[in-house]
């Protein structure tokens, strides 16, 4: 690149900042919008199952009944929130959503206990699946370990069997923050890489400045590189105050290195730019391209394994996540957070962003000269 | 209100949505992708999980108990280790989600009738997986050690949980997913198309032309208003007709009150969309107010997927005002529950009390304009 390139180079990325900072509400955009974002989906996506309403029918209401519930209530993972001695208002309770679970306890429950065995019922509401799964996970527990404790006092099962401890790596309480918002973080920054990079380019066609830039001496790939420069700058100190802020008021874990966070934003971010200015490339408005970016965004990130393991996916819909930049930006952030993984970790992540990039881009230098002239 | 005059501007509407592919793609394909995607791609039925094992017993009782994890259907074992040491890289690197390590005692211990004592390392940072995990082993490991105490004995158990699930009996994620996914697409359609509309005229500078005509501002505002509401009923449509045959969700309730409660949410949500429209008169701020109004309340604080009753407490007080919520308790209650009116009035006066003020909204601030 000769001297004179360098010099429009940087009178544009110049002007681009100026232009971009000038707009109050393009400031509100840059630096505001993702701090709240931050807040509010590192506070509503959770799935932590903690205190479930539950509702309970004692129709035996002796101490044995009475030991059971204590069971359930002393874990911290079930409330109780209304006793009856009517199963009918077990119904009503769940009908209504007042409860999530029920604990049914036939009459004679003590009586059975100490003879020919009994059975204990409990409803789940199914209808928010997962946190149904799990506790129905937490009370099959709490029924096995009573009915193992009280088989051992009355002598009936012999001493021995086997105790499983579980430990959790990581993440020793099992919270689903510490997952979810570096998520965030990824998928933050691609929103601002898009959001920045196509409306910088559609605007100016639309409001004919392009016209004028194209009669100036600047070839398509100096504009490129002084559209995306500033973009780029402000996507890495957004990704820095997100990360800082999900640290010191979200107390998420940093154990890894930010120095491999680095290379893998730096990487991330160029995608996330070529696919932006693939889409100033076939948008005509600013509308748009607000709908390319979206209809580009949705299916990202349901695919990047944020709010469902990739694992769990069928084997198609895991083929098709290889090529999702939102997905491997994810693994390296969580990894590196919660893990502390390196590079050696790490590596086929970072390789399929770089192919990734460098593919789309490639794509993009194509295109966008063509899409200028026309 | 005049009908000629106000199915003059539904038709202009309607043209103009037609003209332009893209409005038309996000209109009628988004839903469909959303669907699909929702219901093939997510399933929060945690199965396959990838697991290590460190056998230190190599015992026959230490192989039938990693036999009863594969037999489980909810593991996969994709490694055997032969030192503890490379628990730490399996977890690490990500090749497992877990690690179960039994102890060169295992089989001495059980033997002899002492407690015998496995551990299991979970990668913790995915905590939804680890829990689910966790319980399953739990199960599983509960399951072996009770048969193997009572082996050549009958000595069942005191008390045995008798679980049943109600409403979405298999526990599958997409029965949850479809209905809630229904409130999603409308505040798509809102956010993306109705708040588009009047900005756009003004930035066309039609808006004075369309002052100057003799339309009335009801008839501008229902004219609007109308190809928006049968585009979204269109999409509840596809996306229900899409859940019940592809997927198998059931609608256990009356269809009537959905339609009707569907309608008077889709009203509130483009009147609100509008609302917006007018009030910012830009395309490209309108979509992005809209988003924040209408689209990102109803993916987070609906309870469409992620449980309200998990969030902490400012969340939750935020999410009464959000009429997403009400709806997706609606479309769960009527597809999943069956329950009628009886059950979800208050639900049903949150969408009436939506649309009304959705829709004054949107004329109230036209009147204005104009002026």
Redesign the interface.
């Known amino acids: 690149m000769s001297g004179r390139a360098g010099l429009r180079i940087r009178e544009m990325v110049k002007k681009e900042f100026r232009q971009l900072l000038r707009d109050r509400?393009t400031r509100m955009?840059i630096f505001v919008a993702p701090l709240l974002q931050l807040l509010?989906?590192g506070?509503?996506?959770?799935?932590?199952?903690?205190?479930?309403?539950t509702f309970v029918v004692d129709l035996d209401a002796t101490a044995a009944s009475r030991r059971?519930v204590d069971a359930f209530t002393s874990t911290g993972y079930f409330e109780i929130v209304g006793r009856s001695d009517r199963p009918a208002d077990l119904v009503r309770a769940?009908?209504?959503?007042d409860a999530?679970m029920g604990i049914e306890i036939p009459r004679g429950f003590a009586r059975?206990?100490?003879g020919d065995?009994?059975?204990?019922?409990?409803?789940?509401?199914?209808?928010?699946?997962?946190?149904?799964?799990?506790t129905?996970?937490?009370?099959?527990?709490i029924?096995?370990r009573?009915?193992?404790q009280?088989?051992a006092e009355?002598g009936?099962?012999?001493?021995?069997?086997?105790?499983?401890?579980?430990?959790?790596?990581?993440?020793?309480n099992?919270?689903?923050r510490?997952?979810n918002v570096p998520a965030v973080i990824g998928v933050l920054i691609m929103l601002m890489c898009l959001l920045l990079t196509a409306?910088a380019v559609v605007r100016e066609r639309e409001l004919g400045t392009l016209d004028q830039l194209m009669v100036s001496p600047l070839t398509p790939g100096e504009l490129m590189l002084s559209k995306s420069i500033p973009v780029a700058v402000i996507a890495l100190f957004d990704l820095a105050a997100v990360a800082v802020l999900a640290v010191l008021w979200f107390k998420i874990p940093l154990i890894g290195s930010p120095l491999v966070l680095l290379p893998a934003a730096l990487l991330y971010i160029l995608g996330g730019l070529a696919v932006g200015l693939l889409i100033s490339t076939v948008s005509r408005t600013?509308?748009?391209a607000?709908?390319?970016m979206?209809?580009f965004l949705?299916?990202s990130v349901?695919?990047s394994g944020f709010?469902?393991?990739v694992?769990?996916?069928?084997r198609l819909?895991r083929w098709i996540t290889l090529g999702n930049p939102v997905r491997h930006f994810l693994?390296i952030v969580?990894?590196v957070f919660?893990?502390?993984?390196g590079f050696l970790?790490l590596w086929p992540q970072f390789l399929a962003l770089a192919v990734l990039a460098f593919a789309v881009l490639a794509f993009a230098i194509v295109r966008f000269p063509k899409t200028m002239a026309g | 209100m005049n009908r000629t005059r106000l199915f003059a501007i539904a038709r202009k509407e309607f043209l103009q949505i037609r003209r332009d592919a893209?409005?038309l793609?996000?209109a009628f394909v988004?839903p469909i992708?959303?669907v699909v995607?929702?219901g093939?791609?997510?399933?929060?039925?945690?199965?396959?999980?990838?697991m290590a094992v460190l056998d230190q017993s190599q015992s026959a009782a230490s192989r039938e108990?990693i036999e009863s994890f594969e037999s489980s259907g909810y593991f996969t074992v994709v490694a055997r280790l032969a030192r503890a040491g490379e628990a730490d890289h399996v977890?690490?690197?990500?090749r497992a989600?877990l690690v179960l390590a039994i102890p060169p005692t295992f089989a001495a211990?059980?033997g002899s009738?002492?407690?015998?004592?496995?551990?299991?390392?979970?990668?913790?940072?995915?905590?939804?997986?680890?829990?689910?995990a966790?319980?399953?082993?739990?199960?599983i490991?509960?399951g072996?050690?009770?048969r193997?105490?009572?082996r050549g004995r009958t000595?069942?158990?005191?008390?045995?949980?008798?679980?049943?699930?109600?409403?979405?009996?298999t526990?599958?994620?997409r029965?949850?997913i479809v209905p809630g996914l229904v409130a999603v697409i409308m505040s798509?359609i809102a956010a993306?198309l109705t708040a588009?509309t009047i900005a756009r005229e003004w930035e066309r500078g039609t808006m004075e032309q369309l002052a100057a005509t003799p339309v009335h501002r009801l008839e501008v505002v229902i004219g609007k208003l109308l190809p928006y509401v049968g585009i979204g009923l269109f999409d509840v449509a596809i996306a229900t007709v899409l859940g019940l045959v592809m997927f198998g969700v059931p609608l256990r309730g009356d269809v009537l009150l959905l339609a009707v409660m569907t309608l008077l949410f889709l009203v509130g949500a483009l009147g609100l969309g509008m609302f917006i429209s007018a009030a910012m008169r830009s395309?490209?701020?309108a979509?992005?107010v809209a988003m924040i109004a209408t689209f990102?309340p109803a993916l987070?604080?609906s309870?469409f997927?992620?449980?309200i009753?998990?969030?902490?407490w400012?969340?939750q007080v935020l999410s009464r005002v959000v009429a997403a919520r009400y709806y997706v308790?609606v479309t769960?209650?009527i597809f999943?529950?069956g329950?009628g009116l009886d059950?979800l009035a208050l639900d049903g006066v949150a969408m009436v009390i939506f649309a009304v003020v959705g829709l004054g909204l949107a004329i109230r601030v036209f009147h204005k304009e104009i002026a």
């Open positions: 509400r955009v509010l989906f506070y509503a996506v959770n799935t932590d199952i903690r205190n479930t309403d059971l769940l009908d209504h959503g999530l059975d206990l100490a065995g009994t059975v204990v019922q409990f409803l789940v509401d199914g209808t928010e699946s997962n946190s149904a799964t799990i129905l996970g937490y009370a099959q527990r029924v096995r009573f009915a193992q009280r088989a009355a009936g099962l012999p001493p021995g069997g086997v105790d499983l401890r579980a430990r959790a790596w990581y993440n020793p099992l919270e689903s510490a997952y409306l600013q509308q748009e607000f709908m390319s979206f209809l949705q299916p349901i695919l709010f469902y393991p694992d769990s996916m069928p819909f693994e969580r990894g919660l893990k502390g993984a970790d | 893209r409005s793609y996000l988004l992708v959303l995607l929702f093939y791609a997510i399933n929060f039925d945690i199965r396959n999980i990838r108990l977890l690490g690197e990500g989600k211990d059980l009738g002492r407690e015998a004592e496995v551990q299991l390392l979970l990668d913790g940072s995915d905590a939804n997986t680890a829990t689910i966790q319980n399953y082993a739990d199960a490991v509960s072996y050690s009770t193997g105490i009572l000595v069942t158990l005191p008390v045995q949980a008798e679980p049943r699930v109600w409403y979405n009996e526990l599958e994620s029965n949850m798509i993306m588009l395309q490209v701020l979509t992005q990102l987070l604080l309870g997927i992620f449980s009753a998990s969030m902490p400012a969340l308790s769960k209650g999943l529950k329950v059950v």
